[in-house]
């Protein structure tokens, strides 16, 4: 079956620019994650829904990051007025239930540079 | 709290040797610990966790680690490298916080397979 789809694959801003990172999970899948991937990094949790509450937002580094995952399956990552700082890469995962042991099933990822 | 630590960067070894890749964490509570590899362009694959179900965890490519509460490790190790090894791996740990079960990840380590 599919597995998790991310699009744009790569996008370039200017700063100041707003752009939208998509993230199609797992079909039925009840949790999503947002994490952010710096250079020689591990990835960093951003934020995390449950169907389409979003339960936790510790991880957003500023009020100019924003998710949302209105209808519970589909979810957008939205930073405005990008700064250099944001440059990254973006991943979603997305896994089947509640529990801390279930696997999380990653995309490939949005290459974000911003110039 | 919890966090993880993978000491050192890159690890190089020979054709059929063995793989050793350390992970250390540190956690209020008994964690679960997963291991994931990134290929280039590629999203994170899940290699293996520990569930608590059994200290000895066996993955996908001839990969295991072993779960050591006394020395707080959870090492992964192949018996015999092998060129497509060659990747970025990644330990990861959550614990049981409620609603969330984010992944607390490690920095990474790049393995590189010699002829």
């Known amino acids: 079956g599919a597995g998790v789809s991310q699009s744009p694959r790569y996008k370039v801003a200017k700063r100041g620019q707003d752009v939208a990172l998509r993230c199609d999970p797992i079909?039925?899948?009840?949790?999503l994650f947002w994490y952010q991937q710096a250079l020689g990094q591990g990835p960093e949790f951003l934020t995390y829904?449950?169907?389409?509450?979003?339960?936790?937002k510790s991880g957003l580094p500023s009020d100019r990051f924003f998710a949302e995952r209105p209808e519970g399956s589909v979810s957008t990552l939205k930073i405005q007025r990008t700064q250099q700082e944001d440059s990254a890469v973006y991943l979603c995962?997305?896994?089947?239930?509640?529990?801390?042991?279930?696997?999380?099933?990653f995309g490939p990822g949005t290459r974000l540079t911003v110039l | 709290a919890q966090s993880v630590t993978q000491l050192g960067s890159h690890v190089s070894v020979s054709e059929g040797a063995l793989v050793l890749l350390r992970c250390n964490y540190s956690s209020s509570v008994p964690p679960y610990l997963f291991w994931y590899v990134q290929y280039p362009n590629q999203g994170l694959q899940l290699l293996l966790k520990y569930t608590s179900a059994a200290t000895l965890v066996k993955g996908i490519n001839g990969f295991e680690a072993e779960f050591k509460k006394s020395e707080t490790s959870f090492h992964l190790t192949k018996p015999s490298a092998h060129m497509s090894d060659a990747a970025e791996y990644f330990c990861a740990g959550s614990v049981s916080t409620g609603a969330n079960s984010k992944l607390t990840f490690g920095k990474g380590i790049t393995l590189s397979v010699r002829p």
């Open positions: 829904f449950q169907n389409e509450a979003q339960l936790d």
């Open positions: 079909s039925g899948h009840v949790s």
């Open positions: 995962a997305s896994s089947p239930g509640l529990a801390p042991t279930d696997t999380q099933y």
